[in-house]
């Protein structure tokens, strides 16, 4: 019921590149979970953001492998869906990012434009399964491995 509460009192829903890949490659773990949430945060009208910075990083490994139907599969989840805002980096951002990135010194790159993003767009949950995270007060992070995806059915 945790996650549910939580979630029912959300504004803003940020998806992490992890958790985009385990849904669209159907991991045998974690991609319920992630559907789960993510029916969820449709049927209750939450807002789910992503970024740019995810599209990138989900394109790599199937540029790398010359997948280009997992390329396009990706690419169509994270552009060209209704449900879900892609949002761009802007100076704002990655002002934002490295005033992070000065907070948190382990902080990657990566990472800290994905947070300034998740803030700028008005997201209070940031959900990854990067548990190095969790160490982050501006932003509640939830860490898919460690969550009971079962509890969004309601």
């Known amino acids: 019921m945790f996650v549910t509460s939580m979630l029912r009192q959300s504004k803003g829903v940020f998806i992490d590149t992890a958790p985009l890949i385990y849904y669209i490659e159907?991991?045998?773990?974690?991609?319920?979970?992630?559907?789960?949430?993510l029916a969820f945060c449709l049927r209750e009208k939450i807002q789910i953001i992503s970024s740019v910075i995810t599209l990138h990083e989900v394109l790599v490994k199937p540029y790398r492998d010359a997948n280009q139907a997992l390329a396009e599969k990706f690419a169509s989840l994270l552009k060209n869906n209704h449900h879900l805002n892609l949002i761009p980096v802007s100076e704002d951002i990655s002002e934002a990012a490295a005033k992070l990135r000065g907070n948190y010194q382990a902080l990657k790159m990566?990472?800290?434009?994905?947070?300034?993003?998740?803030?700028?767009?008005?997201?209070?949950?940031?959900?990854?399964?990067?548990?190095?995270?969790?160490?982050?007060?501006e932003i509640k992070v939830v860490i898919i491995s460690e969550w009971p995806g079962t509890d969004v059915t309601h």
């Open 26 to 37: 159907a991991h045998p773990e974690y991609a319920a979970s992630v559907k789960q949430l």
């Open 110 to 137: 990566a990472d800290a434009l994905q947070i300034a993003t998740a803030l700028h767009a008005g997201a209070d949950i940031f959900l990854t399964n990067d548990k190095h995270l969790k160490q982050l007060s």
